[in-house]
């Protein structure tokens, strides 16, 4: 029997059958090596805000103006620059602008076309010409190739190059030109993105980032806590789904599951009028909604009252359910004294804001009435049997996972759980004891379980688990010793409403304890950095997102509407290019219009966090050191083929 690197030579010879071809690739992967790393961008917490998060991917977070500026420098005024980056945001919308007012727009065409030309050039000077082409416009590859190619020193050629261009003006093809080539140029600036969790809950349009991220040509995703919460309603888990509904109902958003997913709400609102129609539901008020129809309104307020009872019924019976869980506490409905109106919690009692339970029985509180089994179970196939909904899990679990570990930084969405002492917790996982990494793991392996495993008990129990991830002390993506919603919605004693932080993040600035967590995960702590959403940067407090002198990086700093008065900004997000790390922290985004007819981009300032001494080169990144391993791998196959190992394939 061959041995199994002749087998692996063998195999690679199909892709290189001869000394031609395996040189070949190995020069140009050399070549590969030394060019600049790509950049990478980073945002987390994006919480449905499409339209501030399309700004953000659009502008690279700033580095479109970058590249402007690295082009044109002092020979364009900054008016012209940022009209240029407005038209390289929203080519379409830009150019319907300017055709109101401009009197000759074949000027205008010649002079953006050649700008455009300029930027697209320095854009693409970072990659191989093989990887631009990939990335080229269809309908105007060659034209655009040829273009972004053109030397300076060829003046011969410019006559050739000029021509082009009167050509597109005089054939009326500028226009979808200029969209074309804009587009391409949003494109290369940012070569990877990564998404550190909550794409989920909160604002108006997560369902279409869903499908932005989709069509994005390089990214990953770090699953948030609202975004396992989603997952889990997805695979049919009832306390994820009423959760889910819930939250859209408490933000004024029942139009995402309704008109984005197609998923009827009909028999919950009508089940909801009927039972709770003459309730005045004070404690269910919308947060950061903007409704102005009174009736829809009213509407709103019985859905949220009845999925909130609906919610801490199915809870309940899920804490029955999973006792390893070890939430009893957080079973609260028998702890009500339905006669007095009042709760019991830690020993103590607390009169209730609202006392109208007319869909709980006293004597089995968690369970659910005839109606209330109904709407759940109809409410769980319509989850299960949305492809919109399905698609977006698949894209979440194919490109996601709880954790990332990627060029010399490690990135996750909430904490590693910690305790008092500042050593990594240990956690128990149906009979098990995981901390660190293997906690990680076996969390995102059960998120996996609860869609795909064949075994009954594993798939139910993985679902169970997407519910834990939401609101487990232990969870990572939690990070909080309860989930108060029960009190934050009847009990008015603020103390009530407290929900503790796990001791992570009193260790933020805590080198050591940094540095463990770095080691824990494979990452050597005097280069790697850790990226963290979640918990939102308070700046108007004088809050930093830079933590334990850079090493820790918290960049959830608002995109959320709903937050913006805590944080004082419009969120963080970081910029990772061969010249290092930037944090930029953004203003708050007006709107889509003002950023076309204003040209009012989103306010940014940006930190060096770090600065590479020599400029950072693909060779030193993740993906150049597969490069590497696959040089040595082809030059084992180029020695195989003159040894006479291997024989080529003429």
């Not at 009847?490 to 992570?504: G, I, Q, R, S």
């Not at 700046?539 to 608002?558: A, H, Q």
Request: aromatic letters at 10%; proline letters at 3%; one cysteine or more.
């Amino acid at each position: 029997m061959k041995n199994l690197e002749t087998r692996y030579l063998e195999r690679l010879s199909d892709l290189y059958p001869t000394i031609a071809a395996a040189s070949t690739e190995i020069i140009n992967l050399q070549a590969i090596l030394n060019l600049p790393k790509g950049t990478e961008h980073f945002l987390t917490d994006v919480h449905g805000e499409y339209e501030a998060f399309s700004h953000v991917l659009k502008n690279g977070s700033g580095s479109v103006k970058r590249k402007i500026q690295e082009v044109f420098g002092n020979t364009m005024s900054a008016r012209d620059k940022k009209s240029l980056a407005t038209l390289i945001y929203y080519p379409k919308e830009k150019m319907s602008i300017v055709r109101q007012t401009e009197t000759n727009m074949d000027d205008w065409y010649r002079v953006n076309l050649y700008r455009l030309i300029q930027v697209s050039k320095h854009v693409a000077s970072k990659y191989t010409r093989s990887k631009v082409r990939k990335a080229l416009p269809k309908d105007f590859a060659y034209v655009i190739e040829e273009l972004i190619t053109e030397k300076a020193e060829l003046n011969d050629k410019e006559s050739y190059y000029n021509e082009i261009i009167s050509t597109i003006i005089r054939i009326k093809r500028a226009e979808p030109f200029i969209i074309a080539i804009s587009e391409l140029i949003q494109r290369l600036v940012v070569d990877h993105l990564h998404i550190v969790g909550d794409i989920f809950d909160r604002g108006p349009g997560p369902h279409i980032i869903m499908d932005k991220l989709m069509s994005y040509h390089s990214v990953d995703i770090q699953w948030g806590n609202h975004d396992v919460l989603w997952m889990g309603a997805a695979a049919g888990q009832m306390g994820c789904i009423a959760n889910v509904i819930r939250i859209c109902a408490r933000y004024g958003n029942l139009d995402i599951l309704e008109d984005g997913y197609g998923i009827n709400l009909l028999p919950l609102a009508a089940f909801a009028l009927k039972v709770y129609g003459n309730d005045p539901c004070e404690c269910f008020k919308l947060k950061a909604a903007d409704k102005t129809d009174p009736e829809e309104t009213e509407m709103n307020l019985r859905i949220h009252k009845a999925i909130s009872v609906i919610q801490f019924k199915v809870e309940g019976q899920i804490i029955r359910r999973q006792k390893e869980f070890g939430l009893d506490d957080r079973a609260v409905l028998h702890r009500i004294d339905y006669e007095k109106g009042t709760v019991t919690l830690e020993g103590k009692e607390y009169r209730l804001l609202d006392k109208n339970f007319p869909t709980v029985d006293p004597s089995d509180p968690y369970a659910l009435s005839t109606e209330e089994q109904e709407i759940m179970d109809r409410l769980e196939r319509a989850f299960v049997g949305c492809e919109k909904l399905q698609q977006h899990m698949r894209f979440l679990l194919a490109k996601g996972g709880l954790y990332k570990v990627f060029n010399d930084n490690l990135l996750y969405h909430g904490c590693v759980p910690l305790d008092s002492e500042g050593n990594l917790k240990e956690v128990s996982v149906f009979g098990k004891k995981y901390r660190g990494k293997e906690l990680y793991d076996v969390l995102d392996s059960y998120v996996r379980k609860g869609f795909f495993a064949l075994d009954g008990k594993e798939r139910q129990d993985g679902k169970d688990i997407m519910w834990y991830i939401w609101l487990h002390p232990d969870s990572p993506l939690f990070g909080k010793n309860k989930m108060a919603t029960f009190e934050r919605y009847f009990l008015a004693e603020k103390e009530t409403h407290v929900e503790k932080k796990n001791p992570y993040y009193t260790f933020l600035e805590n080198e050591d304890v940094i540095d463990r967590i770095l080691r824990e995960f494979g990452l050597d702590p005097k280069k790697a950095h850790i990226v963290n959403g979640h918990v939102p940067v308070k700046r108007k407090d004088g809050e930093s997102p830079v933590k334990c002198g850079g090493k820790v990086l918290v960049i959830d700093g608002g995109f959320s509407r709903a937050y913006q008065k805590e944080t004082g900004i419009a969120g963080y997000t970081l910029i990772y290019n061969s010249y290092g790390l930037r944090l930029v922290a953004h203003e708050p985004f007006e709107s889509t219009e003002a950023a076309i007819a204003k040209e009012k981009d989103i306010h940014s300032e940006t930190t060096i966090v770090s600065r590479m001494m020599d400029r950072c080169l693909v060779g030193d990144t993740d993906i150049g050191r597969e490069l590497k391993e696959q040089v040595k791998d082809l030059e084992r196959l180029l020695a195989a083929y003159r040894n006479g190992e291997i024989i080529e394939k003429i």
